[in-house]
């Protein structure tokens, strides 16, 4: 990264006006520094059984009544499979 981004103490900086190098065109030119990274999407709260037949939010399969569905802190109803996948393996 250019000195032109660091300011001792004070972390990273735009020189060119933006709030974060990250919001800067510029600065994502000059030093590739692009979007920052998400929080991995995770379980939010007990699992319920599913009072209808619908779908994955997920991976799209089928889940059918009294199978247990998951809500995750996306806002997303997610299957037992994909649950498992998030949490590393329920």
């Given at each position: 990264m250019s000195d032109l981004h660091t300011?001792?103490?004070e972390g990273v900086t735009c020189t060119?006006?933006?709030p974060t190098p990250a919001s800067c065109i510029d600065c994502m030119d000059d030093d590739g520094?692009?979007?920052?990274?998400?929080?991995?999407e995770r379980l939010e709260g007990p699992s319920v059984a599913s009072k209808y037949d619908t779908e994955c939010r997920k991976c799209d399969g089928s889940?059918?009544?009294g199978e247990r569905v998951?809500?995750?802190?996306a806002g997303r109803w997610v299957c037992?499979?994909?649950a498992g996948e998030i949490q590393g393996g329920l």
């Open positions: 300011r001792e103490g060119h006006g933006m520094l692009g979007a920052p990274t998400t929080a991995p889940i059918r009544v998951y809500l995750t802190d037992e499979r994909c």
